[in-house]
């Protein structure tokens, strides 16, 4: 599975859209991108995940670059609530989902 | 309703002791993990169990036998628990045909004193 690179912290004012970069230079065709998060004391939480196409749900937005080689997950609104570490994964369908260091994402009044 | 339930939520043990933590989801799924949390906070996947057969085992001491009775549990077993072994434990689901988009349960944290 492609190594991801992600800052390793980020902060965002409340209310403002959420910008995690996610750099994935060696992907393969057939992976995909899936966004975890982690809020303090709770297990993973599993936000959005596209393999080529941009992809929208309730809690978020994924833009995957044209070559497939980075990925922004955008939290349109953050609140203090989105405040957490934010995890870029990218592999085969069917394959180990590995977590790596991700972006602690501190939301501030 | 939990849709991943772990138990016990805090476990503290001696050194030399034998453990278990308890899973069981609700969601109908057909796999289950187990992940360990390190204090440096890294997650690493143990163990996967797909309709009971062990389908994943990555790098870890024979003192962990994990036990799955049904498609809906999977127990963890430690043996002759190490200092090492503190950690948080969190099980999780999925449906394996369904990509992997995982329902975690909320963690157990084990302290070995």
């Known amino acids: 599975d492609a190594k991801t690179t992600q800052p390793p912290s980020m902060d965002c004012a409340e209310g403002r859209a959420a910008n995690l970069p996610c750099n994935h230079s060696?992907?393969?065709?057939?992976?995909?991108v899936y966004w975890y998060r982690q809020i303090h004391s709770q297990g993973p939480q599993y936000i959005i995940h596209g393999l080529k196409n941009n992809e929208t749900n309730e809690m978020a937005s994924l833009i995957i670059t044209e070559d497939r080689k980075s990925s922004t997950l955008i939290l349109p609104h953050a609140t203090l609530r989105d405040t957490a570490v934010y995890y870029c994964?990218?592999?085969?369908?069917?394959?180990?989902?590995?977590f790596g260091q991700g972006t602690e994402l501190s939301v501030k009044p | 309703d939990t849709a991943v339930s772990q138990t016990p939520k805090y476990l503290v043990t001696q050194m030399g002791n034998d453990k278990s933590i308890k899973c069981e989801q609700n969601l109908g799924h057909d796999t289950m993990y187990w992940y360990k949390q390190d204090s440096k906070k890294f997650l690493k996947i143990m163990f996967s169990?797909?309709?009971?057969?062990?389908?994943i085992n990555e790098t870890v001491p024979n003192r962990f036998s994990p036990k799955s009775p049904d498609k809906a549990h999977l127990n963890l077993h430690i043996n002759s628990l190490e200092l090492g072994d503190s950690a948080v434990y969190f099980c999780?689901?999925?449906?394996?045909?369904?990509?992997?988009?995982?329902?975690f349960g909320s963690g157990t944290q084990l302290s070995v004193l």
């Open positions: 994964i990218v592999l085969n369908q069917g394959g180990k989902l590995i």
């Open positions: 060696t992907i393969s065709g057939n992976e995909y």
């Open positions: 169990y797909n309709n009971k057969e062990l389908i």
């Open positions: 999780a689901s999925n449906n394996r045909a369904g990509g992997e988009k995982l329902f």
